[in-house]
């Protein structure tokens, strides 16, 4: 048999992860130290949030991505929450909006100012409250708009339009012990969870059913977790009877034997996976290792494909994961992830080694973008929705700005547009309030008219941008023609 067909071909074989350099980390952040199995860390393309140590309540701090270097102790935080905070989620659909669970038994979503945090915020937008022991777990849903998702140690799901403030679904017989994780899967019309009873549950909220449940996915009795892949397959972390660390690959459809089973390692830590759909690789960080193994799954057996290791000298304390939409595509970047030390955060970037600097197309197909695919009541009706694809041709793309708003309450006093379904549109006025809104309307009309203005210039500047690209492809086109002619 040949070498050739032994190794089996990839081009993430040689994914290598680089931790940056010392002045692009973030110093002297006081990591918190509870007893949680989260990530404790969230990241978008605009801000880094990290959960921290917090006399008298619990709080995050919330960064720009550029504020690198040492962080001054007297940096405001975001600390409403009366106990510790256990988990973060942004908003997948406004780069702004951040929610918080915690041991206060509440779930607060927050809107963070455009360019980050000059005094500490105290004030939520929203205060969801609704379960009866700490909020351990908080995630918004994929395509939906203002759709949240919450499971506490009272072993209850809730689901929350955070547009209105009100709980849409409340799931709390399902599970008869503390609840692990929760992953949504491609769509938001199914999520599946990671149970203390050793069992992976895959759950219809709208209908409120078990539509199947594997017990003992992994026997041991340490924590686990459960995510949904692209494909409707399930990838499960946990620990074997003897302790050892296991990854597994389940297809829903027959949850009696798993698609893949492989046994890593007798750490303690519990594996935090995290998922690219759009490279089908799964990394697998453990909880104080001081290393990220990357698998890619496949359809072909054995289904999971070890690629690599990262490895550096200090364990983790959590670690966030960036969205495709803020990676450096001119550096051919695949993941970054952030790594949480004890005082500090340090990103590192997992990057496929190629020669060319052209846009790399085999490695960033179109991915989610900010928008969202559906509203809260469409979601709510019955209806599903695949995520709005963009393409990361032209790079970063940043979600609109967007001031969420609850339609119960008026909570943020600004004039641009509102997410929040039935919220009323600025410059449109309601019959009562016609006469004291009529100075303002030429006002409004002279600030459409510079918006419109504005994005004519930002038009006209990407045309520009895309002739001078086709000129220099046709340069290259015909450069490459003559090397390959022996002209050159």
Not at 76 to 88: A, E, F, K, M, R
Not at 352 to 359: H, M, Q, T
Request: glycine share 8%; with cysteine; proline share 6%.
């Amino acid at each position: 048999m040949s070498f050739r067909k032994v190794v089996r071909q990839s081009k993430f074989r040689h994914v290598f992860g680089q931790p940056v350099k010392n002045d692009q980390c973030y110093e002297d952040i006081r990591v918190s130290r509870v007893t949680w199995d989260s990530t404790f860390c969230a990241v978008n393309p605009k801000f880094l949030a990290v959960i921290v140590e917090a006399s008298g309540g619990g709080a995050f701090l919330v960064l720009p991505l550029s504020k690198t270097g040492r962080i001054d102790k007297a940096y405001p935080t975001v600390c409403g929450h009366t106990g510790p905070v256990l988990d973060i989620d942004w908003c997948p659909h406004n780069d702004e909006v951040i929610a918080s669970g915690s041991e206060d038994c509440t779930v607060m979503v927050w809107q963070i100012p455009e360019n980050g945090l000059v005094s500490p915020l105290t004030e939520p937008v929203v205060v969801l409250e609704g379960h009866t022991k700490r909020v351990g777990i908080v995630t918004w849903h994929p395509t939906a708009r203002n759709v949240l998702l919450s499971a506490g140690c009272d072993n209850v799901v809730l689901i929350w339009n955070v547009g209105t403030a009100e709980e849409l679904y409340r799931l709390d017989s399902l599970h008869p012990d503390l609840i692990y994780n929760v992953s949504w899967n491609h769509n938001g019309s199914l999520f599946c969870s990671a149970c203390k009873d050793k069992s992976v549950r895959i759950i219809d909220p709208r209908r409120g059913t078990l539509v199947a449940e594997r017990e003992k996915a992994h026997e041991g009795a340490r924590p686990m977790r459960a995510i949904f892949l692209a494909d409707g397959k399930v990838f499960t972390t946990g620990f074997s009877r003897m302790s050892e660390r296991q990854l597994a690959l389940w297809d829903p459809a027959n949850l009696e034997e798993p698609m893949a089973l492989q046994e890593l390692d007798s750490s303690n830590g519990a594996l935090l996976p995290f998922y690219d759909p759009d490279t089908s690789v799964v990394y697998v960080c453990g909880k104080g290792d001081s290393s990220i193994r990357y698998f890619e799954i496949t359809d072909e057996s054995p289904y999971i494909h070890f690629l690599n290791t990262f490895t550096s000298k200090e364990p983790q304390r959590g670690m966030g994961s960036m969205p495709k939409r803020g990676l450096e595509v001119s550096k051919c970047e695949i993941a970054r992830f952030y790594k949480l030390h004890e005082r500090k955060c340090e990103p590192i970037v997992m990057t496929v080694p190629r020669k060319s600097d052209l846009f790399q197309d085999d490695l960033y197909p179109d991915t989610a973008g900010p928008e969202a695919a559906l509203e809260a009541e469409e979601w709510v009706s019955g209806r599903d929705a695949d995520p709005i694809l963009i393409s990361l041709r032209e790079a970063y793309v940043p979600s609109k700005h967007r001031d969420l708003k609850v339609s119960r309450r008026n909570v943020l006093s600004d004039s641009r547009p509102a997410v929040a379904p039935g919220s009323t549109r600025p410059g449109a006025s309601t019959p009562a309030a016609s006469n004291t809104t009529a100075p303002s309307s030429s006002l409004a009309g002279a600030g459409e008219a510079g918006k419109l203005e504005e994005v004519m210039q930002e038009l006209r500047a990407l045309r520009a941008l895309v002739k001078e690209q086709g000129e220099r492809i046709g340069r290259l086109e015909e450069q490459l023609g003559r090397m390959e002619n022996g002209d050159a």
